[in-house]
């Protein structure tokens, strides 16, 4: 019987059981945001998924690398909304 094709998310366990080395040396806040990172890349298996890469570590990467885009955006609004705020309150 033929070995069956990994989903990706069997792939991205494998990814991430790739790196436990490197995550030992880690100190301990930089574990938290190692471990955070892979569940960044969790957020978007479906995503993942649907692309045909035979390198199933790019769409990790490039998943990671699109929640910190969305984080980037998400604080630049908070910053541009509480800069507002104290325009008005300096204006008003």
């Given amino acids: 019987m033929g070995k069956s094709v990994p989903t990706f998310r069997e792939e991205l366990e494998r ?3 790739e790196w436990r ?3 030992r040396i880690l ?3 930089e574990k ?3 471990d955070e990172l892979f569940k960044k890349a969790k957020r978007h ?3 993942s998924q649907s692309q045909t890469n035979p390198d199933p570590v790019e ?3 490039f998943s990671i690398l699109l929640e910190q885009q969305m984080e980037i955006d998400r ?3 908070r ?3 509480e800069s507002r705020e104290v325009d008005e309150e300096v204006l008003g």
């Fill in 32 to 34: 938290k945001m190692f």
């Fill in 59 to 61: 769409s990790v990467f």
């Fill in 79 to 81: 910053l541009e909304d």
């Fill in 21 to 23: 080395d490197y995550r």
């Fill in 15 to 17: 990814i991430e059981s």
């Fill in 27 to 29: 100190r301990k806040e």
């Fill in 45 to 47: 298996v479906s995503a």
């Fill in 75 to 77: 604080l630049k609004r």
